[in-house]
């Protein structure tokens, strides 16, 4: 089990409010994702669920019991960090152990549970290895070893693959998700990469400033965001905005259209422009336009791979689909 609930939680460092009361459910077997940028305090609130830090007020739940005041080696988790904290003179099995040897587990129970936690992990024939003969990504999935083995109620992960280079961060995303899918643990997970969020959660709660801004599957959000900071916030490239007649046009205040929802063509459309960059990746071709009137202003437009441009080419822009443009008010929420 592993259903965390959050009532009016909060959180100041001294007279600073880091964290406003706070509802929040994270369902039994869920992947939550925390997702904000660098301080909107998303480590603060896995600190507060792992018990790391006290509430400054509010109540927190596990499986319906009261767990506010419950020191954080007894909430039944297990915390996995970006620095993987493994012990270097130890071997992988000692360093998967450990937790299980401070709390004087049986040593046929504890053999068990480290070859269960080494198959799931790939790291059957690494056991006897120290974590210094280890890449970084097997570092990585030793310390998620080491989380497994004590069978928590939820795992808690904060950053696990910020140390880790692009391919290697992708790689461990798979084995991630497809660990969720055979545990069906609870995994409270939180990056300030919105891809990570994207790929990997059922639910994704967006943070800024310690305030949840939205809470949805990952395609609720690209859908409907439903304020500003969660449209340009959700999605690659970002959002385009819009202000002033464009929008007016809409009867909004700001519209916002993602680039893979605009068109280009060389010949006409609603918006003219000057080619600034055009980034050719292969699959897609992003190319970033300045609009004529407003050349301090970049439209980003996602078109096929096939399609070439350069530097100081004219293009026109156009909306896909009137559907797929969304529309905002003047504080910024979704009409
Ligand atoms: P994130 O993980 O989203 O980058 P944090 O939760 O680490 O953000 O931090 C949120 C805010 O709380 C930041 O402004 C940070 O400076 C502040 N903060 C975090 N820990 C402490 C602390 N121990 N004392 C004072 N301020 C802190
Ligand atoms: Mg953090």
């Given at each position: 089990?592993?259903?965390?609930?959050?009532?009016?939680?909060?959180?100041?460092?001294?007279?600073?409010?880091v964290i406003p009361p706070l509802d929040l459910t994270i369902n039994d077997?869920?992947?939550?994702?925390?997702?904000?940028?660098?301080?909107?305090?998303?480590?603060?609130?896995?600190?507060?669920?792992?018990?790391?830090?006290?509430?400054?007020?509010?109540?927190?739940?596990?499986?319906?019991n009261d767990a506010t005041r419950v020191p954080p080696a007894k909430r039944g988790l297990a915390m996995v960090f970006q620095s993987y904290a493994l012990y270097p003179h130890m071997s992988v099995r000692k360093n998967i152990a450990f937790p299980m040897r401070m709390a004087g587990m049986d040593k046929a129970e504890q053999d068990r549970r480290i070859e269960g936690a080494a198959a799931a992990l790939n790291l059957t024939d690494y056991l006897d290895r120290r974590p210094g003969q280890l890449s970084g990504?097997?570092?990585?999935?030793?310390?998620?070893?080491?989380?497994?083995v004590r069978e928590p109620a939820a795992f808690l992960f904060d950053e696990p693959l910020s140390n880790?280079?692009?391919?290697?961060?992708?790689?461990?995303?798979?084995?991630i998700s497809e660990l969720h899918e055979r545990l069906k643990t609870t995994m409270i997970y939180v990056t300030h990469d919105q891809v990570e969020a994207m790929t990997m959660a059922d639910k994704i709660v967006v943070l800024q400033a310690g305030v949840i801004e939205q809470v949805g599957s990952p395609l609720e959000l690209y859908h409907s965001p439903q304020n500003l900071f969660v449209a340009g916030f959700i999605g690659s490239p970002k959002m385009n905005f819009f202000t002033g007649a464009d929008a007016a046009e809409h009867d909004a205040h700001t519209i916002g259209i993602?680039?893979?929802?605009?068109?280009?063509?060389?010949?006409?459309?609603?918006?003219?422009?000057?080619?600034?960059?055009?980034?050719?990746?292969?699959?897609?071709?992003?190319?970033?336009?300045?609009?004529?009137?407003?050349?301090?202003?970049?439209?980003?437009?996602?078109?096929?791979?096939?399609?070439?441009?350069?530097?100081?080419?004219?293009?026109?822009?156009?909306?896909?689909?009137?559907?797929?443009?969304?529309?905002?008010?003047?504080?910024?929420?979704?009409?």
């Open positions: 089990m592993g259903r965390i609930t959050l009532d009016k939680v909060e959180k100041s460092f001294g007279d600073v409010s077997g869920e992947f939550v994702v925390f997702v904000g940028p660098s301080g909107c305090g998303k480590s603060t609130l896995l600190r507060l669920i792992a018990g790391l830090e006290d509430v400054s007020g509010g109540v927190i739940s596990i499986d319906g990504g097997q570092r990585q999935r030793v310390a998620i070893g080491r989380a497994i880790l280079d692009a391919a290697l961060r992708h790689g461990m995303r798979l084995e993602r680039p893979e929802h605009l068109t280009v063509s060389t010949t006409e459309g609603r918006w003219k422009g000057t080619v600034g960059v055009a980034e050719h990746l292969g699959s897609d071709t992003f190319i970033h336009v300045h609009p004529e009137g407003d050349p301090a202003a970049t439209l980003t437009v996602r078109v096929g791979g096939e399609f070439v441009a350069s530097h100081g080419d004219t293009v026109h822009i156009s909306p896909l689909h009137a559907d797929r443009i969304h529309r905002f008010d003047a504080e910024g929420l979704r009409i």
